[in-house]
Structures are given as structure tokens and as C-alpha cells.
């Protein structure tokens, strides 16, 4: 089935770092993919998506580029702020699957002044 | 503000006892979607609507849990005889039909179960 894999954390970087959090899947077709943001205490933000291969998602200064050869879909960011601080999930929806959301476990970034 | 709104958002129950929440979607998303966040994992899909017809359940989804969505608008998940397994984050998410995989998320609904 389909199933989505991100580096664990917790992962912590000093302001102004760069980021690169690690994503691949496993999915039949052509699945969408997507970035989710959780801060502490809200809910689930999308922070990014792609619908097809070589797409590039990017959004507050983030970005992925869905690569089809290597099923990947990595998150980076070149400087990052205290308030990026949050749980990042890596997601795909597929339309075999009436889109629904396949998360993965989450990975935890922590931004120290 | 016309995002997805869930209610309440915190419920506390002792086992054994029954819950109900309630999802509302932005009103011209025909599709709703229910989910499962228990700590540190990330969210597990249980269910989906296409308008008032439940189209896919997952086996999450056990015979204690039922969704339903009567006038394709709101919907409720209720679960029975609630076990402290149960005790998790429950998301609500909705969608236009042809845009299934941009899905809004509500901000959940907390349940403890002591």
C-alpha cells in the first residue's frame, strides 16, 4: 500500500541554518505530495504541494520538488527562523485512493536563537 | 472566519462512556474527511464522505466508531464505549471534489479518555 517515510528527529538548528528534512514514498499511479506544518498548539497547516513530477512546491521560503526517480519529495529551506519551530509531516494523496492523506510520522524542527 | 470547524475541542470521559463530536467544512466542500492523531505519530485517515454517502472506512475504523454526514453538510463521529486506546486528536478535513488533495484541516478535537 501506499506509505510515506521521513527522517526522524528531533532536529534542531541554530537560526539562519539551512534545512533539509528527508522524504520518500511508496505509492501505485501518480500520487500528489504535499508538506504539512504543525506549530505547537494548532493545527495541521499545508505548507506545500506537488501534483506531479518535477513540480516544485514552495511557500514561506520552503520548498520540494517532487522527483519521480528517486520517489523523494525533501523539504529545504535556506535560512531558517526561531519561528519555523514545529513538526513537519510528509504526506501523499492519491486518486486510487479517494485523495486520502497518507501522513508520515512527523519530524520535530527546533530553531535556536 | 469559513474554515473547518470541529466541536468540541476538548472532551474528557471516563471508559465505557460514549462521545460525539462534530465536524462543519467550508460550506462548498463536498468532501469530509475524518482523521486520527495520537502523540508523536502523524495523522491516520478513518473515513470519508462524498456528500452524505460514507465511501470508505478504514479498519481503524472498528465497530465502536461510526461517522455520519445526514445532509452532506456537518458531520458527527461518535464513539462507543470509549477505551483509553481511544484517547487521541480527531481531525476533521474537507475538500472540493475535484480538488481531493488539497484538503483543509480542523483544528481537532482532543479526547482523553480516563
Known amino acids: 500500500g501506499n506509505s510515506v517515510t521521513q527522517m526522524e528527529g528531533p532536529v534542531t538548528l541554530s537560526e539562519e541554518a539551512f534545512l533539509t528534512i528527508n522524504c520518500t514514498y511508496t505509492?501505485?499511479?501518480?500520487?500528489?505530495l504535499f508538506w504539512y506544518v504543525q506549530y505547537p498548539g494548532e493545527g495541521l497547516q499545508l505548507l506545500l504541494k506537488?501534483?506531479?513530477?518535477?513540480d516544485k512546491g514552495s511557500n514561506k521560503g520552503f520548498e520540494a520538488t517532487y522527483r519521480k526517480e528517486t520517489t523523494s519529495f525533501h523539504l529545504e529551506k535556506g535560512s531558517v527562523q526561531v519561528s519555523d519551530s514545529a513538526v513537519y509531516f510528509c504526506?501523499?494523496?492519491?486518486?486510487?485512493?479517494?485523495?486520502?492523506?497518507?501522513f508520515g510520522p512527523g519530524t520535530s524542527l527546533s530553531v535556536i536563537p | 472566519d469559513t474554515g473547518v470547524s470541529q466541536n468540541p475541542r476538548h472532551k474528557i470521559t471516563k471508559r465505557g462512556q460514549n462521545v460525539t463530536f462534530r465536524c462543519d467544512p467550508i460550506?462548498?466542500?463536498?468532501?469530509l474527511y475524518w482523521y486520527r492523531q495520537t502523540l508523536g505519530q502523524g495523522p491516520e485517515f478513518l473515513t470519508y464522505f462524498q456528500n452524505e454517502a460514507q465511501l470508505e472506512k478504514s479498519r481503524l475504523l472498528s465497530d465502536r466508531f461510526s461517522a455520519e454526514r445526514p445532509k452532506g453538510s456537518f458531520s458527527t463521529l461518535e464513539i462507543q464505549r470509549t477505551e483509553q486506546g481511544d484517547s487521541a486528536m480527531y481531525l476533521c478535513?474537507?475538500?472540493?471534489?475535484?480538488?481531493?488533495?488539497?484538503?483543509?484541516f480542523g483544528p481537532g478535537t482532543r479526547l482523553t479518555v480516563t
Open positions: 505509492a501505485t499511479g501518480y500520487p500528489s
Open positions: 460550506s462548498e466542500h463536498n468532501r
Open positions: 478535513a474537507s475538500s472540493l471534489p475535484d480538488r481531493g488533495y488539497e484538503q483543509y
Open positions: 506537488a501534483t506531479k513530477a518535477d
Open positions: 504526506a501523499l494523496a492519491s486518486k486510487t485512493s479517494y485523495d486520502k492523506v497518507i
